[in-house]
């Protein structure tokens, strides 16, 4: 007995027949004898649906009236599912981001949750209520709809757990775990049966679409375990959870890639101190996410600078970078979309070395160009043309034998 998260994804309520499923498997872990709160995404497509509504209505729509829009998909599903379990003879409610409360920062679109009230769930769950809260949503202080960005219900779940110190929270999903690499990609993936917070963290942040960062962020914070599962099958699985003593045994868990990148270079910038402050800092202050950076040797003192942004921001951050590249007197501002970051990680590779030369050989040996490195303690990253995503994920998991994983 204890309190259970369940979230489940836009596959997962993709219609009513779906949400009766949901509901089955919502009543299967009450009648264990446990609290329940279920977290809903919309259904599948309608947040892309809203989006290209609201850019028909405005090209530059105002972010508190595309929030308030956006997040509609959710309050469908929850409802839905609340009357399905009511109509099966199960006490259920649904619960809005503003009636629960989950208060965020202003930040719309991609507004971070600050703080959960917990108290009207927690009365309602001691009543014997199936709390279901809609995700991705939030209440900023002053009372506006915001939402957490892409992908975001995950985050609100995990953010409901720890504030609800949950015994576990549950993201259901259309495929039952997570993998060495994308399936679809790569038929030899393997289905990881554990893998630690430090880990899948980085994979979602080098584009692994499972889970939201934010989420594994949140999750590691407050020590939430979370288990990845399919909604269509009981097999399978994958637990997020502290790292252990066999976790390091592994050089490479895991090989990821992301399309949603652009890569900015500021040509000729002259090479003086506070230069790429003066570059970075209108970015930031645009809550513009600058990933990798690269800064080439200074040529009579000047340099070229490059970046790397999300695809969806090239519009805001082209007039931003091109308006700083001319105050500090760069010559010109050169944006390449057709690229991709490829990304290996793992814990493995702070006691093992040689990780990072056997990932360059392995792109050499296909003939692919690295344009940018980054790395991290357990994650080196390449940028390369946009052509070879498929070829350099392939090539990676069979250099590192991930399909000897388990
Ligand atoms: N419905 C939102 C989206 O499509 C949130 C989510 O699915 O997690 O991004
Ligand atoms: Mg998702």
Redesign the pocket.
């Known amino acids: 007995m204890g309190l259970i998260v369940h979230k489940y994804?836009?596959t997962s309520v993709a219609d009513l027949e779906k949400i009766e499923n949901v509901a089955r498997k919502v009543i299967r872990t009450k009648e264990a004898g446990n609290e329940v709160v279920v977290v809903l995404?919309?259904m599948a497509g309608?947040?892309?649906r809203l989006i290209a509504l609201a850019q028909k209505a405005a090209e530059d729509p105002d972010p508190r009236e595309f929030d308030s829009l956006i997040s509609t998909?959710?309050q469908v599903t929850v409802t839905l599912l609340a009357m399905v379990l009511n109509r099966l003879g199960y006490r259920a409610k649904s619960f809005l981001g503003t009636q629960v409360k989950v208060h965020t920062d202003q930040a719309f679109k991609k507004a971070r949750i600050v703080r959960i009230d917990e108290k009207v769930l927690k009365h309602e769950l001691k009543k014997g209520t199936i709390c279901i809260v809609a995700?991705?949503q939030g209440v900023d202080e002053e009372g506006n709809i915001t939402t957490l960005g892409?992908?975001?219900?995950?985050t609100s779940a995990v953010a409901l757990a720890a504030a609800l110190r949950a015994d576990a929270c549950d993201i259901y999903t259309d495929v039952d775990g997570v993998y060495t690499t994308d399936p679809n990609i790569c038929p030899q993936a393997k289905r990881l049966a554990k893998i630690s917070y430090d880990e899948m963290l980085e994979m979602a942040r080098a584009g692994a679409k499972v889970l939201?960062p934010r989420s594994v962020e949140m999750a590691k914070k407050y020590n939430v375990p979370v288990y990845v599962k399919s909604t269509f099958t009981d097999e399978g699985g994958t637990l997020v959870t502290k790292e252990d003593k066999d976790m390091e045994k592994e050089v490479v868990s895991g090989v990821t890639y992301d399309r949603d990148q652009a890569k900015f270079t500021v040509v000729r910038v002259p090479d003086r101190p506070g230069i790429a402050a003066r570059l970075f800092t209108p970015l930031a202050d645009k809550n513009i996410v600058v990933d990798m950076i690269i800064q080439n040797a200074s040529v009579e003192g000047f340099t070229d600078l490059s970046f790397t942004v999300s695809r969806k921001e090239v519009k805001t951050a082209r007039e931003i970078v091109e308006k700083a590249a001319r105050e500090v007197g760069s010559e010109r501002v050169e944006v390449d979309e057709n690229v991709s970051k490829i990304s290996i990680v793992g814990v493995g590779m702070i006691s093992h070395s040689g990780v990072a030369a056997k990932m360059f050989a392995t792109l050499a040996r296909e003939g692919i160009n690295i344009e940018m490195i980054s790395t991290s303690e357990i994650k080196i990253s390449c940028v390369v043309h946009a052509k070879y995503t498929e070829l350099a994920v392939m090539a990676l998991h069979e250099a590192f034998q991930l399909e000897q994983r388990s």
Do not use: N, V
């Open positions: 994804g836009g995404s919309a309608e947040t892309d998909g959710e995700g991705f892409r992908g975001g219900s995950d939201q």
